[in-house]
């Protein structure tokens, strides 16, 4: 079956970095887009970056234009985010989630999340 | 960048009532609108994709509409486990972005 398991998040000062993975298994991972999304502590979900499934294409929440890179190791089935230069509001859980492809796409399996608690 | 909007933030209902979230997109996505539905502490989870398509296995008791700016999820018979929040996405146009989310509270 489909498993996204996130790690890597934790406790980090203001202007540190973070590098966040997520191990896919149950599916042929090089074929898929993956995504990011983050919830802050009690607030809603924030969509934060995509990449396609041969890393061709990449995309950002204007938040973290210049301060994320995502990546993907597809012989490895594990996609990254490496986020620099942290601040206060980027305290979230982070999900990773598989799209599924129609004409459009959707999220339809989600990792369980990693916490990234930015705090001095 | 696209906004999303839902309406109401939240919303108190009975078990077995029938309920209507909204969702506007600032500016036409056609039908790029997927919605999900999230039980903290878990992950969201996928209802509806292409404003209007059940995913496999979702109760038939939920449903979407719209196209444009403007979508509906609606849920007939409410039942004890549809009480979470539900978010709408617009899956058209980068930044991905989510509407706020609507609690539906007992």
């Known amino acids: 079956q489909v498993q996204l398991v996130e790690s890597g998040g934790g406790v980090v000062q203001p202007g540190r970095s973070l590098r966040l993975s997520c191990a896919a298994s149950g599916f042929i991972f090089s074929t898929y887009t993956m995504h990011w999304v983050r919830q802050a502590p009690g607030k809603g979900l924030e969509w934060v970056a995509f990449?396609?499934?041969?890393?061709?294409?990449?995309g950002f929440v204007d938040s973290l234009k210049g301060r994320a890179t995502i990546s993907r190791d597809n012989s490895n089935y594990t996609l990254h985010l490496q986020l620099n230069t942290l601040r206060i509001e980027d305290t979230a859980i982070y999900y990773c989630?598989?799209?599924?492809?129609?004409?459009?796409?959707?999220?339809?399996?989600w990792g369980q999340g990693t916490l990234v608690s930015v705090s001095s | 960048d696209i906004q999303m909007t839902q309406s109401p933030s939240s919303l108190s209902a009975s078990v077995g009532d029938r309920v209507t979230i909204t969702c506007r997109a600032s500016r036409g996505i056609n039908n790029f609108l997927n919605w999900y539905q999230q039980r903290p502490p878990k992950a969201p989870k996928l209802l509806i994709y292409?404003?209007?398509t059940l995913l496999r296995g979702v109760p038939s008791r939920f449903s979407g509409s719209g196209s444009g700016t403007d979508f509906t999820l609606t849920i007939n018979g409410l039942q004890p486990e549809d009480f979470a929040t539900y978010y709408c996405?617009?899956?058209?146009?980068?930044?991905?972005?989510f509407g706020q989310g609507t609690k539906l509270e007992i």
């Open positions: 996405q617009n899956s058209h146009t980068a930044p991905y972005t």
């Open positions: 989630a598989k799209a599924e492809i129609y004409t459009g796409w959707f999220l339809d399996r």
């Open positions: 990449i396609r499934h041969d890393g061709s294409e990449k």
């Open positions: 292409a404003a209007s």
